[in-house]
């Protein structure tokens, strides 16, 4: 099985930081990695899909790179609405589509 | 608009069942794969069953595999999962996701639905 693993597990920033999250698998996924943001009580939200494509409506300080087994998240200026938790998932496996662990973004 | 909206769940006995259904609209059903997405009490996001909008491919994770059942019913647009021999550590916010196109990521998400296994 493919695992997922994210770090950090929790990233204090302020308002205008730039912020990357590092995704690793344990096997080449090649450029099949979605990311999604779930804001506290809330339902999880599709971000960025095949590594590095934005999904529609999502603003474009958001951005994901990488292949084979290491990708990152990067949001370019941390807004209010992006304290959150971003999770990564592998869809290399089609069978079992693994999440990482999360990565909680809280205030400094 | 797309939705799935998600009902069944509830409080059940450690050992016991619980049928989770998910009703879907906004978009044509019979296009696309359907998964269940859980996630316990403060806890992260684990992928739990899929199915193809045929029917006939089913897939399942390693933890639910054996005592959970996936299947739908295009007729009515439903999609359901049914839990049997529950233990404690099932006790999650069960999620009605769509997959995007063929691929096994997850472009809209239900509300949830509460299970909570305790006796």
């Known amino acids: 099985d493919i695992q997922m693993t994210q770090s950090p597990s929790t990233l204090s920033a302020s308002v205008g930081d730039r912020v990357t999250i590092t995704c690793r698998a344990s096997q080449s996924i090649s450029d099949w990695l979605a990311w999604y943001q779930q804001r506290p009580g809330q339902v999880p939200k599709l971000l960025i899909y095949?590594?590095?494509s934005l999904e529609s409506g999502v603003p474009s300080r958001f951005s994901g790179s990488g292949s084979g087994t290491e990708f990152t998240l990067t949001i370019s200026s941390l807004q209010p609405d992006d304290f959150a938790t971003y999770y990564c998932?592998?869809?290399?496996?089609?069978?079992?589509?693994?999440f990482g662990q999360g990565t909680k973004v809280e205030t400094k | 608009e797309v939705q799935l909206v998600e009902s069944g769940g509830g409080l059940v006995q450690p050992g016991g069942s619980r049928r989770l259904s998910c009703v879907v609209s906004g978009f044509s059903f019979t296009s696309y794969w359907i998964s269940w997405v859980r996630q316990a009490p403060g806890k992260g996001l684990e992928w739990v069953a899929n199915i193809k909008h045929d029917e006939f491919e089913k897939y399942y994770g390693d933890s639910v595999k054996g005592r959970f059942t996936i299947s739908r019913d295009n007729a009515k647009n439903s999609v359901y999962l049914q839990m049997n021999s529950l233990r404690a550590e099932d006790t999650a916010v069960y999620y009605c996701?769509?997959?995007?196109?063929?691929?096994?990521?997850?472009?809209?998400w239900g509300q949830g639905t509460l299970v909570t296994v305790s006796s």
């Open positions: 996701v769509r997959d995007r196109d063929a691929y096994n990521y997850f472009d809209y």
């Open positions: 095949k590594a590095s």
């Open positions: 998932q592998q869809y290399k496996d089609y069978s079992r589509g693994t």
